[in-house]
């Protein structure tokens, strides 16, 4: 079962920061917190990943809690390619490790 | 990056017959690729883990004999949709871990019509 709770939709606007926030209340010391991205018809894509320090990358930021038990996947400036269904997802530090899927976040972005 | 390519993006069988899904790894060894199968407007929901060299590892439910799971490289992991029925239509993605602490690559997907 997936163990992180998102909020079912978001909305927001172009050029504008979007937060998608996600509970992962029952984190262990050796979860990663993963996010992926869907857009229609295509396979999931990897947008961040990070264990207990803020991470930054290209496409986003993650801003995890002190406590492990929420994070904040941040789009600085969104674009309409930026719609898409969000997921986060909890896993396993290390290793090939499933990855169980809840039902994300559906993020829509207006012009 | 690491790129998983998956064929074919898009297939069409009839009752009864049986479809083969390959997924490669491209540029990099997965010794375990994850099978996963969407229906519309839900979630990604985990059907098997495959592992090379050995037998795959099934969620609960899915049946086995039904998806029929080979991993015999360290590039190449199939799956194979036996006697298909229209209730078999989906899409499937499968799934690699480029490396031990980083992030999965995902498939583009194939989507399955049973007629």
């Known amino acids: 079962d997936a163990k992180t709770t998102q909020p079912n939709s978001m909305e927001s606007n172009e050029e504008e920061p979007v937060h998608l926030p996600c509970n992962h209340s029952?984190?262990?010391?050796?979860?990663?917190i993963h996010w992926y991205r869907q857009l229609p018809s295509q396979g999931p894509e990897y947008v961040i990943h990070g264990l207990t320090s803020n991470v930054n990358n290209r496409m986003a930021s993650l801003a995890i809690a002190e406590d492990r038990k929420s994070s904040t996947l941040i789009l600085h400036r969104a674009t309409l390619r930026d719609a898409a269904v969000y997921y986060c997802?909890?896993?396993?530090?290390?290793?090939?490790?499933?990855?169980?899927f809840g039902q994300g976040t559906r993020l829509t972005i207006n012009p | 990056g690491a790129v998983v390519s998956q064929h074919p993006s898009r297939v069409i069988c009839k009752s009864g017959t049986s479809v083969k899904i390959e997924c490669r790894s491209l540029?990099?060894?997965?010794?375990?690729m994850f099978w996963y199968r969407q229906f519309p407007k839900q979630s990604l929901m985990l059907m098997a883990t495959s592992n090379e060299g050995s037998k795959a590892t099934y969620e609960q439910g899915v049946e086995k004999d039904k998806f029929l799971i080979n991993h015999a490289s360290l590039t190449l992991s199939t799956l194979t949709v036996t006697s298909a029925h229209p209730e078999d239509s989906s899409f499937y993605i499968c799934s690699a871990r480029v490396s031990p602490f980083g992030g999965y690559t995902f498939g583009s997907g194939t989507r399955l019509t049973v007629v």
């Open positions: 029952t984190i262990s010391g050796t979860d990663y």
């Open positions: 540029d990099f060894q997965a010794t375990t």
């Open positions: 997802i909890q896993g396993a530090l290390q290793g090939a490790q499933k990855l169980v």
